[in-house]
Structure formats: C-alpha cells, structure tokens
Nanobody, 116 residues
Framework: VQLQASGGGLVQAGGSLRLSCAAS????????MGWYRQAPGKQRDLVAV???????TYADSVKGRFTISRDRARNTMYLQMDSLKPEDTAVYYC???????????WGEGTQVTVSS
C-alpha cells in the first residue's frame, strides 16, 4: 500500500484546510486509516481514525473541529480541519493499518502551519 498526503499549507487562526490521502496498491488489505501529526520536538500523536466500517475516533483536542472521511471510489481519505488554532501547527501524516494487525503503512507528511 502506498499513501500520498497533500493539502497542507499556511492558514490564519480560525481558518480551514482539507488534507487528502490517496491510497494505492492492496487497498483491500486496509482495516483502518488515520491521520497523525508531529510538532517540532514532540512525539507523533493520533489525530483521527476511520475504520473500514466507517467508525471514527478523534483526539480530544480536535473534536468538533476536524472531520475525517473516506471516499472508497477514489481510494482517498480526507481530514477537514476547521477553526484551526496555532497549536494545530505540525506535520500531518496519513496512516493505514493492515487487517493482519502487524503491518502499518505511512505516507509522507504534509506541513500545516497556523498563524496567530
């Protein structure tokens, strides 16, 4: 599975961005897809996850502001980010978990910068 993230950029606080993650390869093997982020000097943290069944989970810090979705026809996952805050500034990575429970795929990150 290959993942390609896009959509990052510079936005003012209160603004919106939509990230995309295009998946290719053995798509049928994916159990769940998610977004993680890593700010400078910090660990990589979970932002949101969507399972193959459509269930979603969000980090408390983004609940009510971010929405994860998936377009199966386009093999693409999205992260709609509204009401952005400076603390949302980070490199965002898309991720996919294999049904075998052992294999994890990562895409290259996309930078999101929120100015105050």
């Amino acid at each position: 599975v290959q993942l390609q993230a896009s959509g990052g950029g510079l936005v003012q606080a209160g603004g919106s961005l939509r990230l995309s993650c295009a998946a290719s390869g053995s798509i049928f093997s994916i159990k769940a897809m998610g977004w993680y982020r890593q700010a400078p000097g910090k660990q990589r943290d979970l932002v949101a996850v969507i399972t193959s069944g459509g269930s979603t989970t969000y980090a408390d810090s983004v609940k009510g502001r971010f929405t994860i979705s998936r377009d199966r026809a386009r093999n693409t996952m999205y992260l709609q980010m509204d009401s952005l805050k400076p603390e949302d500034t980070a490199v965002y990575y898309c991720n996919a978990d294999h049904f075998n429970g052992r294999t994890v795929y990562w895409g290259e990150g996309t930078q999101v910068t929120v100015s105050s």
